[in-house]
């Protein structure tokens, strides 16, 4: 199936499930106005999705994880945003890699965000329990962040310089898959 097929397909599955679990879960224990507040932010996502910001809920709000949402590409930071799923096996043997990432360079410095078009929240949460996830994690079940920077395979992982730029040219995305190759793109980017 083609990319653009497999998006629009994986978009349509996902918000009919999302919109499936809101109106249960707002039957059983959400007041009306936390359905409506999740539908008003995927509204205003895509709204913002030709806009310079972008921002998604965030997914673990425990401990320093931010609660509400989480500002994908901030001005004046180096930005590594990370595409993934829970079920893609090399997600899961990068995620030790991306902690060392964490330890090495302090939030100033590197803006890590993962981002998954995954609806099930309590099973992004084990994941990120269960590999130890340190920075914060979005869904994006509207798939609008996957569009905007055409993450259409799990990995995707993008380097933007602190102006916004690219890391490696006209494309943000980079090859890079252990914490070795990560720091030879972004150490470039901090002499700069």
Known sequence: MPSNNRREFLAT???GFAVSLTGCASQVSRPATTSQSRTDTTA???ETATNSTLA???VVT?????DGEVTLKPDGKIVLLNFFATWCRPCQEEMPDFRKLREAYDTETLHMVSITPEV???LIRQFWD???GT?????DPGLVATDRWNANSYPTNLVFDSDGTPATGEEPAVSARTFEEFKSVIEPLLEA
């Open 13 to 15: 599955v996902s918000t």
């Open 44 to 46: 205003n996502n895509s």
């Open 130 to 132: 269960e590999y130890e």
């Open 135 to 139: 920075w914060p994690v979005v869904n």
């Open 62 to 66: 425990h401990d320093d994880f931010p």
């Open 56 to 58: 998604l809920p965030s």
């Open 120 to 122: 099930d929240e309590t």
